[in-house]
């Protein structure tokens, strides 16, 4: 895995994400590779247990990340108007947690790792939580950052913003 690419990701995503958002975002990267949502306020119809729509996310990091797309976890308490939607796998136990696998890149061939970033794994993941049971085709970061200059090239990852010893930093 790449590191200094993720956490180069991560601190772009907590920007993308802005003071909208009032969860927390906590990442680790050396004992196991994994972004975690806490506070994550998913769309209209969604619901958990205690009839709130904030739950926890996780998107867990492949060892050959980012040439292969995060793998997208939602908290196993979420619902869908009342039922599990068919992007949503069987759950499984993490310790206390139950999580459940949301199918967010149906296959590789729908993340390009030169054009997308774990904000793209962010914006795709909100178009399948708003239309769970329906395939919502992939942007790149490229297509909804360069708003004045269509034919602008994405511009690089700087990994000098961060070092190693970040590494499990939490916001």
Do not use: C
């Not at 790449?2 to 956490?7: E, G, S």
């Not at 050396?30 to 247990?49: A, I, M, S």
């Not at 708003?147 to 010893?165: C, F, G, I, Q, Y």
């Amino acid at each position: 895995m790449n590191i200094h690419r993720a956490l180069a990701e991560v601190q772009d995503l907590k920007e993308y994400l802005g003071e909208e958002f009032r969860g927390r975002v906590a990442y680790n990267f050396t004992d196991t590779p994994e972004v975690r949502f806490e506070g994550f306020q998913f769309p209209p119809g969604w619901k958990n247990t205690r009839g709130s729509r904030h739950g926890r996310v996780l998107f867990e990091l492949p060892e050959s990340y980012p040439d292969h797309p995060p793998h997208v976890y939602i908290d196993g308490e979420m619902r869908f108007e009342g039922g599990r939607p068919s992007a949503m796998a069987p759950a499984r136990q993490d310790g206390g947690s139950k999580w459940v696998p949301l199918s967010v890149f149906p296959s590789d061939r729908n993340w390009d790792p030169e054009a997308n970033s774990l904000t793209t794994a962010v914006t795709q993941l909100m178009e399948v939580l708003q239309a769970p049971d329906r395939e919502i085709p992939i942007e790149s970061d490229a297509e909804w950052t360069n708003d004045t200059d269509e034919h602008a090239e994405p511009s690089e990852v700087n990994d000098d913003r961060t070092d190693e010893s970040s590494e499990g930093s939490e916001q």
